[in-house]
């Protein structure tokens, strides 16, 4: 039996094995990761170190994850660590003596 994934899926797997093992590596068990933690504005914030302004303009924007609660947003913690590595972008460096670029992992 022969299975062909694409790239997207490796990356994906890629993501969730390195995630349990930075967890594992921390000492700490990737069963319970608390990726059920919900934060307030100023816990998202204190979180991902930016300003409250910042969190308010990503939540008017819906540009990240959150949920109303009556007027006030809330964050889950493992829809925000999602969200996070959804947007991360890894450098290109470039390749000696080719003029081509590769990407930095």
Do not use: C
């Amino acid at each position: 039996m022969v299975i062909e994934l694409e790239d997207k899926d490796i990356e994906r797997i890629v993501r969730r094995v390195l995630e349990s093992l930075k967890l594992v590596l921390q000492g700490r068990d990737p069963k319970s990761d608390q990726g059920d933690v919900i934060f307030d504005v100023d816990g998202l914030a204190n979180y991902l170190k930016v300003s409250k302004a910042w969190v308010y303009e990503q939540t008017h924007l819906k540009e990240i994850p959150f949920y109303k609660v009556g007027k006030f947003p809330r964050f889950i913690k493992k829809h925000i660590d999602r969200w996070l590595q959804e947007n991360l972008h890894l450098p290109l460096t470039p390749l000696p003596n080719s003029g081509k670029m590769k990407l930095l992992k």
